[in-house]
C-alpha cells in the first residue's frame, strides 16, 4: 500500500499538481479512498473532503469555496450527477476516476478536462518514480517540497446546518496528534481487527484509520445494511462508531 500511495503521490505531481494547491476528493469508503487521500496529504498538496451523498450545490461550493484546482471522484456515475452544474459553474484542471471506465462518464460535459483513471495516475507515477531511480539527470532535476507540521493538510467542510458548509483548516500536526496519542484511549496491538462504517473523509473516522494503520492493525469497511452480518463474520476487537449506531444494534 506504501508503494501504491507513492505512486499516486507521483502521478497526481506528473500532471501538474503543486504543493499547497487543494485537490476535492469527493468520494465514498474504498481502499482507493485512503491512497488517494494519503497521496495528495504526502506530495505538499491539500485534500478538500467529502462524500458522494451531499447535494450537488454543496458540493459546487466546496469546491469552489476552497478553491480546488482538481476532482477526485468516486465514479462515473457519481460525476454525471454532478457534471451539469459543474462544467458550467467551476474550474478543473483534472478529473480523477478512482472506479470505473472513462467511457461511462456522459459525453460532452467534460469540454476538454484531461481524465484520467485511478490505474493510470498510478502508472504515471510508477514510470517516474523508475525514471528518477535510473537516471542520474532525473534525479538531480527532481525537487521535493518538504512539508512541515503546520502546514495545512486537509480542509474538512462542516455540516452547513445552520448556512454554507464552513471548512475547517486541520494540519499535518492535528492529524499527528491523534495517531501518537489515540492509543491512550485504545490501547490496540498489531493483528487486532477494527469494523468501521463511518464515513472515511469523516475527522473522527479518519483519526482513527490512520491510527489503526500506523499501528498495524487491521481495518474492515461496513455499511449500515451490513453491519450485523459483518460482525458476526469478522468478529472485531474495536468498532468505529456513533451514539446512533449502538442505539440501533441493542
Known amino acids: 500500500m506504501e508503494q501504491e500511495i507513492l505512486d499516486f503521490t507521483e502521478g497526481l505531481r506528473v500532471i501538474g499538481v503543486n504543493p499547497e494547491e487543494k485537490v476535492a476528493l469527493f468520494a465514498d469508503n474504498s481502499c482507493r479512498w485512503l491512497v488517494a487521500d494519503q497521496g495528495i496529504m504526502a506530495m505538499g498538496a491539500i485534500n478538500v473532503v467529502r462524500g458522494s451523498r451531499s447535494a450537488v450545490e454543496e458540493l459546487l461550493h ?104 464552513k471548512g475547517v483548516m486541520l494540519t499535518h500536526k492535528n492529524l499527528l496528534h491523534q495517531i501518537e496519542n489515540l492509543w491512550d484511549v485504545v490501547p490496540a496491538e498489531a493483528g487486532d481487527r477494527f469494523l468501521s462504517m463511518l464515513p472515511t473523509w469523516h475527522v473522527y473516522e479518519r483519526a482513527c484509520e490512520y491510527f489503526t ?26 468498532l468505529i462508531s456513533v451514539p446512533l449506531v449502538y442505539e440501533t444494534l441493542y
Open 62 to 165: 466546496i469546491y469552489n469555496h476552497s478553491e480546488s484546482v482538481g476532482l477526485v471522484v468516486d465514479n462515473p456515475e457519481f460525476f454525471n450527477r454532478l457534471a451539469g452544474t459543474f462544467s458550467s459553474k467551476s474550474t478543473m484542471r483534472f478529473l480523477v476516476l478512482l472506479w470505473g471506465e472513462k467511457a461511462w462518464l456522459s459525453s460532452g460535459e467534460t469540454h476538454g478536462v484531461p481524465i484520467f483513471s485511478y490505474k493510470e495516475i498510478i502508472e504515471l507515477g510508477r514510470e517516474s518514480r523508475v525514471a528518477h531511480i535510473g537516471s542520474h539527470d532525473a534525479r538531480q532535476g527532481c525537487k521535493y517540497e518538504i512539508i512541515g507540521s503546520d502546514d495545512i493538510a486537509t480542509i474538512v467542510y462542516t455540516s452547513g446546518t445552520t448556512g454554507n458548509p
Open 213 to 238: 494503520f500506523t499501528h498495524g492493525i487491521e481495518q474492515v469497511y461496513t455499511t449500515v445494511r451490513n453491519l450485523k452480518d459483518d460482525l458476526r463474520h469478522y468478529q472485531p476487537q474495536y
